[in-house]
């Protein structure tokens, strides 16, 4: 898209002693503006989560007009394969995990909650609580005051650095409840104007009572967002 390479292009020159750039913020702001008027979403993720909630899943998630919400994700937590699926019909969220099953009403807020924390936070935190087969957290309302980003900036980096043709990339503090949590790295498609990749490190306190890092990498190889009835496109899965 030309305007987010217009705003990367000018980003960069610009306000690189300030601890945050507006024209960063502005790119990060219209993405999710974006993805949140959208009425149908789609999107195919691998995601690939450190210690201490090893998880490397890939799957698709859909999120349709009407207000159901459908995914279902291969490959492992931990040593054990396993196989998650999630289904709500706007009154209902099914929760499965190999055998096991739950079964509850639906979030009122579930497709905000997961649209915000897929740009603020990223798509791991959703996938950890559904594969415990809970809700997203702050499903139920609440969720754009819980999470924030903080010091958004470009990240100007070399291909060898992870840096495609095609991408812009900007980088910023994860915070929760108004206190830093982390810090994250995302990619953005200068086409489709969404995310492609991200790469985040969270703040937690392991068992020794020190402060660590678990990492979390995703990878978007299909991302739609826009109006309904357009043709589903095949994953290689």
Do not use: C
Not at 23 to 40: H, P, S, W
Not at 73 to 81: D, L, N, V, Y
Not at 141 to 157: Q, Y
Not at 184 to 208: C, G, H, M, N, V
Request: hydrophobic share 40%.
């Amino acid at each position: 898209m030309r305007l987010l390479a217009i705003l990367f292009a000018l980003l960069l020159t610009g306000g690189a002693q300030s601890a945050e750039n507006p024209g960063a913020r502005k790119i990060f702001e219209t993405v999710e503006r974006n993805l949140l008027a959208a009425e149908d979403i789609e999107f195919y993720v691998h995601v690939d989560i450190q210690e201490p909630y090893v998880r490397r899943m890939d799957g698709r998630v859909k999120l349709p007009p009407d207000g159901s919400v459908e995914g279902r994700f291969r490959g492992a937590i931990g040593s054990q394969r396993a196989v998650l699926d999630f289904a709500g019909n706007g009154k209902t969220l099914e929760l499965k995990l190999n055998d096991e099953k739950r079964e509850g009403k639906q979030p009122a807020a579930l497709r905000e909650a997961l649209l915000i924390t897929l740009m603020r936070a990223g798509f791991g935190q959703p996938l950890i609580n559904l594969s415990q087969l809970n809700p997203p957290e702050r499903s139920d309302g609440g969720v754009r005051d819980w999470i924030s980003v903080a010091n958004v900036m470009p990240r100007d980096a070399a291909v060898g650095q992870g840096y495609h043709s095609g991408e812009i990339s900007i980088q910023f503090d994860l915070m929760i409840a108004g206190k830093k949590a982390g810090h994250a790295r995302l990619w953005i498609s200068t086409t489709s104007k969404l995310p492609t990749r991200r790469e985040q490190f969270l703040l937690y306190t392991d068992a020794s009572g020190k402060q660590s890092e678990m990492r979390i990498d995703e990878r978007y190889t299909y991302f739609y967002a826009g109006p309904k009835d357009v043709p589903e496109v095949q994953v290689n899965e």
